[in-house]
């Protein structure tokens, strides 16, 4: 069964950084892709990031790229995102999910809790 839980969110100033790790279990974390996602106050869940299974592949939408990292250590079963250059408009639940392949929508297994992040002075 795909479980995956992730933490490291908190308040922060705006210019700040956080890092959110996504931590695996019940799988092997190397068979799949892996995704981060976000959902601020009223609105949709939306992707921000994307890994592939090996590492060699990564994807950022366009509102984060150049600011956040997304990083994997399959060893540790363990996905990072970190966030650099935080801005309010960051503020948001994110969430971790595995994926097939990081161009598809479906995920694999269900969504966790998420972490909350918060970006304000």
């Known amino acids: 069964q795909v479980q995956l839980v992730e933490s490291g969110g908190g308040l922060v100033q705006p210019g700040g950084s956080l890092r959110l790790s996504c931590a695996a279990s019940?799988?092997?974390?190397?068979?799949?892709?892996i995704g981060w996602f976000r959902q601020a106050p009223g609105k949709e869940r939306e992707g921000v990031s994307c890994i592939s299974s090996s590492g060699s592949s990564t994807y950022y939408a366009d509102s984060v790229k150049g600011r956040f990292t997304i990083s994997r250590d399959n060893a540790k079963k363990t996905v990072y995102l970190q966030m650099n250059s935080l801005r309010p408009e960051d503020t948001a639940v994110y969430y971790c999910a595995a994926k097939r392949h990081c161009g598809v929508t479906i995920i694999v297994g269900s969504w966790g809790q998420g972490t909350q992040v918060t970006v304000s002075s």
């Open positions: 019940g799988f092997i974390l190397g068979s799949y892709d």
